[in-house]
């Protein structure tokens, strides 16, 4: 029995912030934007909320899960038991972005909880999910990340205006434990989630930051804060480290990694974090030139795209050995002896946190 995602969505606002666009704020041009992030362009969100955002992407999972089973989505969504939302971004302190979000998808009795684990906050919320639905018996949840982060934004500081996003990304949990009733789901893709690791460091020196707009010096503190070489420093160490002690418990290896799907921050730590783990860099997907850095949203989002363009060679690895199938985007599908999804995290706090999803 396990815990598996079944569908997956993301939300993104159709207006683009480009470099272009940005070095007519500030003093800055793409080129130097590129060469030290990736990022070509971003979302900026005017018309919807964190929690509208949210609500897209929940919606947009549910109904492709809906959709193949040839039941309405109200009914699909009928079924819906928890709700854990990973943002830094929220409209309200309470009710919890989770139970808002409740309200909007229409799901009027739900256990609901807010994660904020910046960055990692998918990755963490994912985790709090599997061990709930487990203990209460949940079968089917939403795990959700997303975040307006243009709304604190220092728009004055090319250091940091230039990183960031907005976003939603959405994943649907199902708990095959007890499957008498109704069956499992049929879904174009069934990823375990297998082996976790979480982890977390105090930052004591304020390298990422982003204080209540109560905080007691209100007009020095209430944009992002960032502290950009040092994070690095912290993401490059760490992210090597959480895939190495991923692979120390579960005796896998770089060998038996489909693909990666990290945190969108920088594709410098991405590169540096391809090098020194081993895992080639033709597996690791990125979309941060089109989004930014969205936080929470980020690694739900780059799921989302991921499978979209990749899911053929996921079905592949749950056939019998020998099967072939079509190459997608620019993935080399490997062997057939790939059979799981490495993700990974680090954000503010400082925390950090590696997932494994077994594709079946």
């Keep these: 029995m396990s ?33 030290r992030t990736g990022i070509l362009e971003r979302r900026i969100s005017e018309d919807k909320t964190t929690e509208e955002m949210a ?11 809906a959709e193949l089973n040839g039941i309405d989505v109200s009914d699909m969504m009928s079924k819906i038991e928890l709700i854990v939302f990973a943002t830094v971004s929220g409209d309200t302190k309470t009710p919890a ?11 009027r009795e739900c256990t609901c909880l807010d994660v904020n684990a910046a960055c990692s906050g998918f990755l963490y919320a994912m985790t709090v ?16 990340g997303a975040e307006r982060l243009s709304k604190y934004v220092d728009w004055d500081d090319r250091g ?10 959405a994943a649907l949990l199902e708990n095959t434990r007890d499957m008498s009733e109704d069956g499992e789901c049929s879904c174009e893709n069934r990823l375990e989630i297998s082996d976790v690791y979480l982890g977390g460091r105090v930052d004591d020196k304020g390298l990422l930051t982003l204080h209540s707009k109560n905080h007691i ?8 804060g960032m502290n950009g070489r040092q994070v690095y420093k912290f993401a490059t160490e760490i992210g090597p480290k959480v895939i190495e002690k991923l692979f120390d418990k579960t005796g896998l290896t770089k060998d038996d990694i489909k693909f990666v799907v990290p945190h969108q921050a920088n594709v410098r730590i991405i590169k540096t974090m391809a090098q020194k783990s ?47 199938v ?19 995290a680090f954000g503010g706090g400082l925390s950090y946190a590696g997932i494994l999803f077994k594709i079946k």
């Design 3 to 35: 815990i598996d995602i079944i569908s997956t969505g993301r939300y993104a606002s159709d207006h683009i912030l480009n470099n272009d666009m940005l070095s007519k704020m500030v003093d800055t041009n793409s080129q130097w934007i590129v060469e």
């Design 55 to 65: 609500q897209m992407a929940c919606e947009r999972a549910v109904k492709k899960v």
């Design 97 to 107: 972005s989770s139970f808002r979000l409740s309200e909007k998808l229409g799901i």
């Design 129 to 144: 999910a599997k061990s709930m639905m487990k203990e209460l018996n949940k079968k089917y949840a939403l795990v959700v």
């Design 160 to 169: 940091t205006c230039i990183l960031f996003g907005d976003g939603a990304g």
């Design 217 to 224: 010096d209100e007009e020095n503190n209430r944009f992002i």
């Design 278 to 324: 081993g895992i080639e860099l033709d597996k690791w997907y990125t979309n941060i030139e089109k989004y930014g850095n969205t936080s929470a949203a980020s690694v739900p989002m780059a799921l989302d795209e991921a499978l979209e363009k990749w899911g053929d060679v996921l079905k592949a690895s749950s056939r019998k050995t020998g099967e072939n």
């Design 326 to 344: 079509e190459k997608t985007g620019q993935y080399d599908e490997g062997s057939d002896r790939a059979k799981y999804i490495l993700s990974i």
